[in-house]
């Protein structure tokens, strides 16, 4: 069973950094809908390619409530909420297996 537990920890560690990854992306994004950014830097391509898989289904469902755009604000808030729950969860699974 110590297989399981410590896959468990690195999955758990693996989800965290991914979910860390998301908000920093998201955060990127929101800044740079803020400034007329390049659409030809690389840098800008790149958030865009990684945080619009993220944020278009959101964008399709919610209505627009005065020009702004809440999909940022509830893909981060689900990023929180599942690092503060689902991580800690996989984590503490894990050390009853490994107790």
């Not at 999955?11 to 950014?37: D, M, Q, T, Y």
């Not at 390619?49 to 020009?67: A, D, I, T």
């Amino acid at each position: 069973m110590f297989l399981v537990g410590y896959f468990l920890q690195a999955l758990a560690g693996l989800l965290h950094f991914l979910l860390s990854a998301v908000i920093i992306v998201v955060v990127a994004r929101a800044v740079l809908s803020w400034v007329s950014p390049d659409p030809y830097n690389p840098i800008v391509r790149i958030i865009i390619q990684l945080s619009e898989p993220l944020l278009y289904p959101l964008r399709r469902r919610l209505p627009v409530l005065g020009g702004m755009d809440l999909s940022p604000m509830l893909v981060i808030l689900a990023a929180y909420f599942l690092d503060g729950f689902l991580v800690p969860s996989l984590q503490r699974i894990a050390q009853n297996l490994l107790a």
